[in-house]
């Protein structure tokens, strides 16, 4: 049924674009945050002590009492749409393009680019007679969080035919760097967006917010949904040798994220430390079947000792049809592992999160779409970009 609301909301923008100028959401938009926000859960905490509020809450995954099984059930949807709802690309976008150029430099890099290029190949996107302007795609997730672990237990869901959530999404894209997102799910939403100059995020417990850093775009795209933008985030890439992913046998490039881009990203106590992005190309077909990234975040609040969070996500990329010419992933599974240690000797916790997501519609070029559809909220733009 929710599904089913969801895909009424998504066919009117399209029937708007091609009647008359419009936005293509009722209410505005807003995006995501990668591991512990530094804003919390909660507007009334301050900022020194948002992230001890962060650890506690998430902590709580693992107290499974029969006694609040509504509270769990809260704190993981929470934990669900925070990590897993709208998270962003390691690396900032650059202008789209429809070929890699080769390059007289390092080995590895060289072998990086000859790859990008037969991925391009393969997706079709060398050959479209006319560049992808712009994008929609509306499909439908599933996730659930699966298993918590501590020093002293591993703590796994039960029956999770039970406890898994589902729920849909819609996405508009504008080359090369707007983007908005709205995500219905478990009788949440959550609204995520960038108009190339601010990249915001609204959820129902935090607020808006507008993320620091460079802009990004949505790690959603680079799922097989958008070739040019993956082709640019690999395009300074190592080729780090191969590997077999299922039944393919992949050539494996590696992107670690400058210390520039880490720097700007992090925020008061929060510290990025490290982001790696790997991606799998089949050798037999071209194709981007398996993406992973990790970051690593070391979060100091006044007079506590340092913990440290890092947040794995794994995917895989199937199901790739041809629309307009391009070939399009349709399906996938992510898993993300949050893992926190640090603080106590001896002390850690393990969170286990997993989503399948499925497109149902896309479309390239779609008439009528103006930079009108991508204005930020009204308090993001009357605030600093410091709160984040």
Same mark, same amino acid.
């Given at each position: *049924? ?40 909660? &507007? ?19 107290? !499974? ?75 439908? $997730? ?31 894209? *504008?080359?090369?760097? *707007?983007? &908005? ?8 939403? +959550? ?9 915001? !995020? ?153 989503? $399948? ?17 991508? +204005? ?10 410091? &709160?984040?």
């Amino acid at each position: *049924m929710l599904f089913q609301k969801k895909h009424d909301l998504a066919v009117q923008p399209i029937r708007a674009i091609r009647s008359a100028s419009m936005k293509p959401f009722g209410e505005t938009l807003a995006p995501l945050i990668e591991g512990p926000t530094p804003q919390g859960f909660e &507007n009334q905490v301050k900022k020194q002590g948002s992230v001890r509020h962060w650890i506690s809450g998430h902590l709580s995954l693992g107290k !499974r009492s029969r006694s609040q099984p509504d509270y769990d059930k809260r704190t993981d949807l929470k934990l669900l749409l925070e990590v897993l709802g709208a998270p962003l690309a390691p690396v900032p976008i650059r202008e789209p393009v429809s070929q890699i150029s080769p390059c007289h430099c390092a080995l590895e890099n060289s072998s990086a680019n000859y790859i990008l290029q037969q991925y391009l190949a393969a997706t079709g996107a060398t050959k479209l007679q006319k560049p992808v302007q712009n994008l929609y795609a509306m499909g439908r $997730v599933t996730m659930i969080a699966s298993e918590f672990e501590t020093v002293a237990e591993v703590v796994r869901t039960r029956n999770p035919s039970k406890a898994t959530e589902s729920g849909c999404f819609v996405l508009w894209q *504008m080359v090369p760097n *707007m983007w &908005n997102l709205e995500l219905a799910f478990a009788g949440s939403k +959550i609204h995520a967006g960038s108009n190339g100059k601010i990249v915001w !995020r609204h959820t129902p417990w935090s607020g808006t917010h507008a993320a620091k850093g460079p802009i990004r775009p949505l790690r959603r795209a680079l799922q097989g949904l958008d070739p040019r933008t993956i082709a640019n985030t690999f395009v300074s890439a190592r080729c780090d040798g191969e590997k077999k992913i299922g039944e393919d046998d992949c050539f494996v490039l590696k992107l670690t994220v400058d210390p520039e881009t880490l720097a700007a990203r992090s925020d008061g106590p929060a510290e990025v430390i490290r982001h790696v992005l790997f991606g799998y190309f089949s050798q037999r077909t071209g194709l981007l079947v398996r993406i992973e990234d990790s970051h690593l975040t070391r979060i100091q609040a006044t007079g506590e000792g340092a913990a440290y969070w890092e947040t794995t996500i794994e995917s895989t990329l199937e199901d790739y049809r041809v629309v307009d010419g391009l070939n399009i992933a349709h399906a996938g599974v992510s898993t993300v592992t949050l893992f926190r240690f640090g603080e106590e000797a001896m002390s850690h916790t393990k969170t286990r999160m997993e989503e $399948v997501w499925f497109i149902e519609e896309v479309a390239l070029n779609v008439p009528g779409l103006s930079v009108d559809s991508f +204005i930020p909220p009204v308090d993001i733009i009357k605030r600093p970009l410091s &709160n984040c």
